[in-house]
């Protein structure tokens, strides 16, 4: 892992800053390179997941390649209408398997929405989630690859879209915050292009890699109604 950027942006319309986070090795602290290592494990990537746990289930799943369509309803404002504190949706409910609507108001309920967002992604050890997951069917996601509060960058994507995924293939051990205690093999491409708007609905397209573009297609699923897990 040297000093190869992961992400690569095409438009500096993001609010929150991001910049690559991974450089040199000789540049890394002993702290950041534990917690890289626990990112790329299961118990990392899903939630707050124990490995040992015997009641966890072990699968393998490969993942469907899915591009936004494009005649999407759009959101209304009772649609993005939420109350605080925002809990976990867990499957089997049905809002899981609701179509997600592309936002069209970029006001201050959407940017409370985020931050709220990402107050239970922390809270519950996440690196990444999607509205759907938190009971509201829109297109938006918010990921945080390092998974702690004021470390890494803070990404928001919304009515994201796929430009072009990448032809080599890797094979990633994932979970799931609304399918908690199942783990799945999930073959994802490596890399992907993605056009997106921020939450000033300024449009962006970004080149995601390595585990940032496998948390964006983890989420990305969820806004297509696809699951691996």
């Avoid at 393998?60 to 109350?83: M, T």
Wanted: proline fraction near 7%.
């Amino acid at each position: 892992m040297a000093s190869t950027s992961w992400l690569h942006l095409h438009s500096p319309s993001l609010t929150r800053a991001i910049v690559p986070i991974l450089r040199h090795p000789t540049t890394l602290s002993t702290s950041f390179l534990h917690r890289l290592n626990r990112f790329t494990s299961p118990a990392r990537f899903t939630s707050s997941v124990n490995q040992t746990n015997p009641m966890l289930t072990q699968v393998h799943a490969q993942a469907k390649r899915s591009f936004l369509s494009k005649d999407d309803k759009i959101a209304s404002l009772e649609d993005l209408r939420f109350e605080p504190p925002l809990k976990i949706v867990e499957y089997p409910d049905p809002i899981l398997r609701k179509r997600n609507k592309r936002i069209n108001a970029f006001d201050e309920n959407l940017k409370k929405l985020v931050d709220e967002m990402f107050d239970v992604m922390y809270k519950t050890d996440g690196v990444g989630l999607s509205a759907p997951q938190v009971g509201i069917n829109v297109q938006l996601m918010v990921f945080n690859p390092a998974g702690e509060r004021g470390e890494g960058q803070e990404i928001i994507l919304v009515n994201p879209k796929v430009m072009k995924y990448s032809k080599k293939p890797l094979l990633f051990n994932e979970g799931c915050l609304s399918f908690p205690q199942i783990f799945a093999d999930v073959e994802r491409p490596e890399s992907v292009k993605v056009d997106a708007q921020d939450i000033n609905g300024a449009r962006f397209m970004v080149e995601l890699s390595g585990l940032p573009a496998r948390v964006f297609q983890h989420e990305f699923d969820h806004l297509q109604v696809l699951s691996s897990i």
